[in-house]
């Protein structure tokens, strides 16, 4: 949160190195308003999306998630917070406002935000290739309809479903890679290519050096913006290069530039749905939980139950 937006010159000089929660520094562009641990829109759109998920029990209400995100903005709004919604989601709302179809909306959505916000799919869908590519893009197209950003989102939302079986995150790599190349209907199978040839590159980055190395060629060889080729793949690279653990990979995530909170979300998801929980450091889970308010068993039984009804 307190780095989303700052090239790695501006982290520097505004934090050092960041290694636990922070707050923003002063006037920060996008993350102002907000304190040390407080969640950004990566967390609360995949909350959101949870919620949809479990109330629709099995099904998807397209018409009823664009009224969860056109509220959700508004509230962030009405909350005098500027982390709004991202650029491809944003541009199919207003797509849907001027009268295009649900089907239309999501053509030209290349960026992340369809990746940041799966992880709740990958928990409530079993590891199936060809049945996960259905469901993310029956939740992902309406502002992601383009190969790369559904390509992304499948490789991820299959580790962590994987993660769930027990796979470690190397195990979870090959079905997360062949999944992502699965074409999809409407989509060009070359961009599906592109994005798992992508993550592979991450991936060789990330293992050729130490952590610190590892970190910068990431960032100037792969990319941190927006664009799904550039964060998906970096957030695959960044969890190589944590060696697995979802805590480091935060960190490595909040240093490593531009788009850290999405890059984080969806590092430390994977992450942590293949080394579990314990993993992650209890005083850390619980001051998220505590200065946000989360309450997040209710939602982590509702998509184990869809999970289980999905065998």
């Known amino acids: 949160m307190p780095s989303q937006t700052l090239d790695r010159a501006a982290i520097r000089a505004g934090y ?15 993350s102002y308003g907000l304190v040390a641990g407080q969640v950004t829109d990566d967390t609360e759109q995949t909350l959101l999306l949870a919620q949809r998920l479990i109330a629709d029990r099995g099904g998807f209400d397209v018409a009823g998630w664009a009224a969860d995100l056109i509220g959700w903005e508004d509230s962030v709004a009405a909350r005098g917070l500027r982390d709004l919604l991202g650029p491809s989601t944003k541009a199919a709302l207003m797509a849907l406002r001027a009268g295009a ?96 040839d992508r993550i592979r590159a991450a991936l060789e980055l990330a293992g050729q050096g130490d952590e610190g190395q590892g970190e910068v060629d990431l960032a100037d060889r792969i990319g941190t913006s927006v664009q799904s080729l550039q964060s998906v793949a970096c957030a695959f690279g960044v969890v190589r290069l944590a060696r697995g653990n979802p805590w480091a990979a935060a960190q490595i995530a909040a240093n490593i530039g531009d788009d850290t909170d999405t890059i984080g979300a969806i590092a430390c998801a994977m992450a942590a749905a293949c080394a579990g929980t314990a993993s992650l450091p209890a005083e850390q889970v619980e001051k998220v939980e505590r200065i946000n308010q989360l309450d997040l068993a209710p939602l982590v039984s509702g998509l184990i139950a869809l999970r289980r009804a999905a065998r």
């Open 16 to 30: 050092g190195r960041i290694t636990s929660f922070v707050d923003p520094v002063p006037g920060h562009p996008v």
């Open 101 to 196: 179809s649900e089907a239309e909306a999501g053509r030209g959505g290349t960026t992340n935000g369809a990746a940041m916000r799966i992880t709740p799919v990958g928990i409530a869908t079993p590891p199936d290739p060809a049945r996960m590519l259905v469901r993310v893009a029956q939740v992902s197209r309406l502002t992601h309809g383009t190969g790369e950003a559904l390509a992304g989102a499948v490789a991820v939302a299959m580790v962590i479903s994987q993660g769930l079986e027990g796979a470690s995150f190397d195990e979870a790599l090959p079905l997360a890679l062949a999944a992502a190349e699965l074409p999809n209907t409407g989509t060009d199978p070359a961009a599906h290519r592109a994005m798992a």
